[in-house]
């Protein structure tokens, strides 16, 4: 199962690198974002790489993408600002290419600039938020969105606390998941195959994309 790669433009014109793989017509098309790129973060990160793998088997089209300054994408950090603009690049170009369904799959600041970049785009039918930074960031943009969304964390997260998760969660609109695996903390390193999982039950759950 071979991603290509693929440049496409950030909505205000920087060309940014990402690996497309192209699954099953009629399943969903899911972007994923990874964490914040002052900290390492990019498409290959252990996170990104895991639910690349078993959404691809599972029969999902997904895109990964380096944000703007991280690898050959054009540009420097955004602060945020920039990287909205990318996922809604990202979003232009998928759905182009393959139509929808589209999914939006963040982890930490990918997860925040990822659902906020698509806020009232209904191209994207669900929000996956992995680890999303509640401790750093605001998420209240997210209390009136109406679609399929789930969070999950660890339940050793400093950055997304159990407990600020769950009282998070009870602010937003159905339908809403919450997950939270054991163990795990906001790197989730040795938890990469139960976390990809999860969101692979997830997104595999959403019509029109049932099957086996």
Not at 34 to 40: A, D, E, M, T, V
Not at 94 to 115: C, K, N, Q, R, T
Request: glycine share 12%.
């Amino acid at each position: 199962m071979r991603e290509q790669k693929v440049s496409f433009p950030s909505r205000d014109g920087l060309m940014l690198e990402g690996l497309l793989y192209k699954g099953q017509q009629g399943r969903g098309k899911a972007i994923l974002c990874h964490p914040h790129p002052l900290y390492g973060g990019d498409m290959y990160s252990n996170v990104v790489g895991s639910l690349q793998d078993i959404l691809a088997e599972g029969g999902f089209s997904t895109l990964r993408f380096n944000f703007r300054g991280v690898g050959g994408s054009e540009g420097s950090y955004g602060e945020a600002a920039g990287e909205l603009e990318d996922v809604r690049g990202a979003v232009d170009f998928i759905a182009a290419e393959m139509g929808h369904p589209v999914y939006l799959v963040g982890y930490s600041f990918g997860a925040y600039v990822g659902a906020k970049a698509v806020l009232g785009d209904e191209r994207v039918k669900a929000l996956v938020c992995i680890s999303p930074p509640i401790y750093f960031y605001d998420f209240t943009f997210l209390a009136w969105d109406e679609r399929p969304k789930l969070l999950i964390a660890g339940d050793r997260d400093f950055v997304c606390p159990l407990k600020k998760l769950e009282e998070f969660s009870l602010t937003l609109a159905h339908p809403k998941f919450v997950h939270i695996i054991p163990g795990a903390d906001h790197f989730w390193w040795g938890f990469e195959d139960p976390l990809a999982a999860q969101v692979m039950d997830f997104l595999r759950d959403l019509w029109p994309d049932r099957g086996p």
